[in-house]
Protein backbone atom coordinates (compact mmCIF):
# COMPACT_ATOMS: atom_id res chain seq x y z
CA UNK A 1 0.00 0.00 0.00
CA UNK A 2 3.13 2.09 0.49
CA UNK A 3 5.48 3.87 -2.08
CA UNK A 4 9.66 4.09 -1.42
CA UNK A 5 9.24 6.83 -4.28
CA UNK A 6 7.58 10.63 -3.64
CA UNK A 7 4.85 10.91 -5.50
CA UNK A 8 5.42 13.16 -8.38
CA UNK A 9 5.27 17.00 -8.67
CA UNK A 10 1.79 16.65 -10.44
CA UNK A 11 0.32 13.99 -7.81
CA UNK A 12 -2.45 15.07 -5.86
CA UNK A 13 -1.87 15.51 -2.05
CA UNK A 14 -5.10 13.88 -1.54
CA UNK A 15 -5.10 11.04 1.16
CA UNK A 16 -8.15 9.00 2.93
CA UNK A 17 -8.42 9.47 6.91
CA UNK A 18 -7.05 5.92 6.52
CA UNK A 19 -4.53 5.84 4.40
CA UNK A 20 -2.91 9.19 6.34
CA UNK A 21 -3.11 6.68 9.59
CA UNK A 22 -1.35 3.75 7.99
CA UNK A 23 1.58 6.66 7.04
CA UNK A 24 1.24 8.19 10.56
CA UNK A 25 1.42 4.58 12.09
CA UNK A 26 4.17 3.72 9.73
CA UNK A 27 6.38 6.91 10.39
CA UNK A 28 6.05 6.10 14.13
CA UNK A 29 7.02 2.23 14.10
CA UNK A 30 9.72 4.07 11.79
CA UNK A 31 11.26 6.42 14.51
CA UNK A 32 10.27 3.66 17.39
CA UNK A 33 11.19 0.82 16.54
CA UNK A 34 13.55 0.38 13.58
CA UNK A 35 15.20 3.64 13.71
CA UNK A 36 16.80 3.30 17.26
CA UNK A 37 17.40 -0.90 16.62
CA UNK A 38 19.21 0.07 13.42
CA UNK A 39 21.20 2.83 15.18
CA UNK A 40 22.05 -0.03 18.38
CA UNK A 41 23.54 -2.83 15.57
CA UNK A 42 25.43 0.15 13.62
CA UNK A 43 27.14 0.89 17.07
CA UNK A 44 27.94 -2.58 17.92
CA UNK A 45 29.25 -4.10 14.71
CA UNK A 46 31.36 -0.04 14.53
CA UNK A 47 32.75 -1.57 17.77
CA UNK A 48 34.21 -4.64 15.53
CA UNK A 49 36.78 -2.83 13.88
CA UNK A 50 37.71 -2.46 10.09
CA UNK A 51 34.72 -0.62 9.20
CA UNK A 52 35.30 -1.55 5.59
CA UNK A 53 34.76 -5.83 6.14
CA UNK A 54 32.32 -5.09 8.70
CA UNK A 55 28.95 -6.73 6.88
CA UNK A 56 26.97 -5.53 9.70
CA UNK A 57 28.09 -2.17 10.04
CA UNK A 58 27.68 -1.67 6.39
CA UNK A 59 24.26 -3.22 6.38
CA UNK A 60 23.36 -1.42 8.91
CA UNK A 61 24.36 1.88 7.54
CA UNK A 62 22.48 1.33 4.06
CA UNK A 63 19.54 0.60 6.44
CA UNK A 64 19.87 3.41 8.47
CA UNK A 65 20.14 5.59 5.23
CA UNK A 66 17.17 3.91 3.57
CA UNK A 67 14.72 4.12 6.91
CA UNK A 68 16.28 7.90 7.26
CA UNK A 69 14.74 8.86 3.60
CA UNK A 70 11.44 6.86 3.97
CA UNK A 71 10.93 8.73 7.58
CA UNK A 72 11.98 12.10 5.51
CA UNK A 73 9.23 11.36 2.60
CA UNK A 74 6.56 10.70 5.04
CA UNK A 75 7.18 13.58 6.65
CA UNK A 76 6.79 15.45 3.74
CA UNK A 77 3.87 13.46 2.50
CA UNK A 78 1.51 14.03 6.32
CA UNK A 79 2.87 18.06 6.48
CA UNK A 80 1.49 17.85 2.63
CA UNK A 81 -1.47 15.81 2.92
CA UNK A 82 -4.81 16.77 2.15
CA UNK A 83 -6.62 14.27 4.35
CA UNK A 84 -10.12 13.49 3.40
CA UNK A 85 -12.81 12.73 6.05
CA UNK A 86 -16.08 12.96 5.16
CA UNK A 87 -17.95 12.22 1.79
CA UNK A 88 -18.75 15.12 -0.97
CA UNK A 89 -21.93 16.68 -0.62
CA UNK A 90 -23.07 15.55 -3.85
CA UNK A 91 -22.70 11.80 -3.74
CA UNK A 92 -24.41 11.69 -7.51
CA UNK A 93 -20.78 12.27 -8.64
CA UNK A 94 -17.69 10.59 -8.40
CA UNK A 95 -15.11 12.42 -6.63
CA UNK A 96 -12.07 11.23 -4.70
CA UNK A 97 -12.35 8.37 -2.07
CA UNK A 98 -15.53 6.96 -4.30
CA UNK A 99 -16.35 3.43 -4.80
CA UNK A 100 -16.99 3.01 -8.65
CA UNK A 101 -19.01 0.07 -10.43
CA UNK A 102 -18.35 0.00 -14.42
CA UNK A 103 -19.50 -2.48 -16.62
CA UNK A 104 -17.73 -2.87 -19.90
CA UNK A 105 -19.04 -3.95 -23.44
CA UNK A 106 -19.04 -7.69 -22.94
CA UNK A 107 -21.32 -7.30 -19.57
CA UNK A 108 -18.12 -7.63 -17.39
CA UNK A 109 -18.21 -5.64 -14.04
CA UNK A 110 -15.81 -4.29 -12.11
CA UNK A 111 -15.40 -1.56 -8.79
CA UNK A 112 -12.44 0.84 -8.71
CA UNK A 113 -11.71 2.85 -5.60
CA UNK A 114 -9.99 6.35 -6.44
CA UNK A 115 -7.60 6.74 -3.29
CA UNK A 116 -4.33 8.60 -3.48
CA UNK A 117 -1.10 7.95 -4.98
CA UNK A 118 0.33 6.43 -1.16
CA UNK A 119 -2.69 4.20 -1.13
CA UNK A 120 -2.71 2.05 -4.54
CA UNK A 121 -3.89 -1.69 -4.36
CA UNK A 122 -4.11 -3.33 -7.05
CA UNK A 123 -5.18 -6.55 -5.68
CA UNK A 124 -7.88 -4.34 -3.84
CA UNK A 125 -8.84 -2.13 -7.40
CA UNK A 126 -7.69 0.72 -5.60
CA UNK A 127 -6.44 3.04 -8.52
CA UNK A 128 -4.65 6.65 -7.68
CA UNK A 129 -6.56 9.84 -8.50
CA UNK A 130 -3.97 10.55 -10.77
CA UNK A 131 -4.02 7.52 -13.10
CA UNK A 132 -5.44 8.17 -16.34
CA UNK A 133 -9.05 6.46 -15.75
CA UNK A 134 -9.39 7.81 -12.27
CA UNK A 135 -9.13 11.30 -14.58
CA UNK A 136 -11.88 10.39 -16.86
CA UNK A 137 -14.27 8.90 -14.12
CA UNK A 138 -14.00 12.04 -11.91
CA UNK A 139 -17.29 14.79 -12.25
CA UNK A 140 -19.21 11.91 -13.76
CA UNK A 141 -22.35 9.87 -12.45
CA UNK A 142 -24.55 7.17 -13.06
CA UNK A 143 -25.13 5.84 -16.31
CA UNK A 144 -22.22 8.30 -18.16
CA UNK A 145 -19.90 6.48 -20.60
CA UNK A 146 -16.00 6.91 -20.59
CA UNK A 147 -13.45 4.90 -22.81
CA UNK A 148 -10.62 3.79 -20.83
CA UNK A 149 -7.41 1.48 -22.13
CA UNK A 150 -7.21 -1.14 -19.69
CA UNK A 151 -4.55 -4.15 -19.38
CA UNK A 152 -7.22 -5.96 -21.97
CA UNK A 153 -7.15 -3.26 -24.04
CA UNK A 154 -9.45 0.17 -25.11
CA UNK A 155 -12.66 -0.14 -23.51
CA UNK A 156 -16.54 1.52 -22.86
CA UNK A 157 -17.08 1.54 -19.63
CA UNK A 158 -20.64 2.50 -18.25
CA UNK A 159 -21.05 3.50 -14.48
CA UNK A 160 -23.80 1.84 -12.60
CA UNK A 161 -22.96 2.37 -9.28
CA UNK A 162 -20.97 5.16 -7.06
CA UNK A 163 -20.66 4.99 -3.74
CA UNK A 164 -18.90 6.40 -0.43
Keep these: ?3 DSAPTPRSSP ?4 TGAEILRDELQRLLKEER ?7 HEAAK ?3 R ?3 GDYIYGKRRLREIDRRIRYLTNRLNKAIIVKNPPNDQS ?3 FAAWIIVQDEDNVMSEYRIVGSDEIDAKENW ?5 PIAQKLLGKTVNDEIEATTPSGLKQLTIV ?3 Y
Design 161 to 163: NIR
Design 1 to 3: MTR
Design 48 to 50: NGD
Design 127 to 131: ISIDS
Design 36 to 42: PMTTQIV
Design 52 to 54: SEN
Design 93 to 95: KIF
Design 14 to 17: HITA
